[in-house]
């Protein structure tokens, strides 16, 4: 069964560094998501994309934030300047009614 | 924005016991999901039900749309059960693109043995 992955599983990083997060989607999947979750909290929505274009972004997806497909299969998210803040699970889902989430990304700002 | 709460916030039970997960939403919706959060913090698919019943071994889903409501059944629990129960809904915007799921705050169930 065709699945998301991530990676890496999981990265530490010292506050102010760039770090990115990728994700393979599930292949003819068009739309493609990041959601994030801090420990012990729900589950937030930060960015979809379509079409080679966000679609939609939440107010957490600041001016830090990007996104990107830079070679037609991997999905990326960028953050600038790592926040101790940004420690979270990072996820990516895909897909189009029904979303198929990877197993995450595990992000630690130190 | 949708506003999705979900209830009982914490559910102890012993091996064996049925359950019910309940998921209440504010609006109507395009796409409900339920996932299972396991203790590698991994969100493992279990249904997707805007409306109707589904059943997959042990579990069953109902969604009754109109009234903004989908229970999810746990039937003789077992510890692997134990985990973290999200449901998460897209709100109905109209058009045809496909949107954000929003999160409620979940249901920790822990089964003993």
């Known amino acids: 069964e065709p699945e998301v992955t991530q990676t890496p599983s999981h990265q530490v990083t010292q506050m102010g560094q760039e770090v990115i997060l990728r994700c393979v989607p599930i292949s003819n999947h068009l739309y493609f998501y990041w959601y994030r979750q801090i420990l012990g909290q729900k589950v937030e929505f930060l960015v979809s994309?379509?079409?080679?274009?966000?679609?939609?972004k939440s107010e957490i997806f600041d001016d830090q934030f990007s996104v990107e497909r830079p070679d037609g299969s991997n999905f990326t998210l960028k953050i600038r300047s790592t926040k101790l803040e940004d420690s979270a699970m990072y996820f990516c889902?895909?897909?189009?009614?029904?979303?198929?989430f990877g197993p995450g990304t595990r992000l630690t700002v130190t | 924005g949708i506003q999705v709460e979900q209830s009982p916030p914490d559910l102890i039970l012993q091996e064996g016991a049925n359950s019910t997960l309940r998921c209440n939403f504010s609006d109507s919706v395009n796409n409900l999901q339920w996932f299972h959060q396991n203790p590698w913090g991994q969100l493992i698919n279990l249904f997707y039900?805007?409306?109707g019943t589904k059943q997959n071994g042990r579990l069953s889903a109902t969604t009754v749309a109109t009234e903004r409501y989908s229970l999810l059944y746990i039937s003789s629990s077992q510890t692997t059960d134990s985990g973290v129960y999200f449901c998460a809904v897209e709100g109905d915007a109209g058009g045809t693109s496909y949107g954000k799921l929003t999160f409620g705050q979940g249901t920790i169930l822990t089964v003993h043995p």
């Open positions: 994309f379509y079409n080679n274009e966000i679609s939609e």
């Open positions: 889902a895909t897909g189009t009614r029904e979303q198929y």
């Open positions: 039900i805007p409306s």
